[in-house]
């Protein structure tokens, strides 16, 4: 009687590592909650500060460019389902693609988290001209309050977004030292792809904030 071979296991269910949780998933959350907190303090700054400079607030809010930080902010948003690909890909065990490049299906983590990461270099990109056409208009950071909570803020989150760009590079380049694709390779791309939608959450409630509620 014929018997069919085993199935292969995915890079994220090797070892058993899957029947415990991972110390650095679990790590990774406890921090990114302390990071939740110095946001929220952030936020709490910005209100604070823009309740008593309701006339200061109006009228430099009047020369951000607002469709450009949408498109800018859809970027961002997007790459987060980018990410989340590649993190589907990882846990099933394909660290690249299968068959052509321009055949998305068969896109493997390495492609996914590439194009992750240059949607996170345009939203940078993206940030650094807005601020300069800011400082030409007379926006920085000693000539007000508003200023100041703008970069201080927005400065903040953009340092935020190029440490997971950082993260991806490191990702990606374990990928392509390592002989095979294992558990703990699985587990950092995981990890990273968690660091990555809190930063693009925080944009949003950032966007919100500062483009929309004027």
């Not at 069919?4 to 070892?15: F, G, N, V, Y």
């Not at 303090?41 to 009228?59: C, G, H, P």
């Not at 920085?140 to 508003?146: E, H, L, V």
Request: hydrophobic share 50%; glycine share 8%; charged share 10%.
């Amino acid at each position: 009687m014929a018997t069919t071979a085993p199935a292969a296991i995915p890079a994220s269910r090797l070892h058993g590592h899957h029947d415990r949780p991972s110390m650095v998933a679990v790590g990774t959350i406890i921090w990114l909650s302390s990071e939740l907190m110095f946001f929220a303090a952030l936020f709490a700054s910005y209100f604070t500060i823009r309740a008593v400079s309701t006339d200061l607030w109006a009228q430099n809010t009047a020369m951000l460019d607002v469709p450009f930080a949408a498109v800018n902010t859809t970027i961002l948003v997007l790459s987060s389902l980018t990410c989340q690909l590649g993190v589907f890909a990882a846990e099933r065990g394909q660290v690249g693609r299968t068959g052509s490049v321009l055949g998305v299906k068969g896109w493997g983590l390495r492609e996914w988290f590439i194009l992750t990461y240059i949607m996170g270099a345009i939203f940078i990109a993206g940030q650094a001209i807005e601020y300069a056409t800011l400082i030409q208009e007379g926006i920085t950071i000693p000539d007000s309050a508003y200023g100041t909570m703008f970069y201080l803020t927005t400065g903040f989150h953009g340092i935020h977004v190029t440490g997971g760009l950082i993260a991806f590079l490191f990702v990606l380049g374990r990928t392509y030292i390592a002989r095979k694709f294992t558990h703990e390779q699985a587990v950092s791309a995981i990890v990273v792809s968690y660091y990555w939608h809190f930063v693009d959450v925080v944009w949003i409630g950032l966007f919100a904030t500062i483009y929309l509620i004027q």
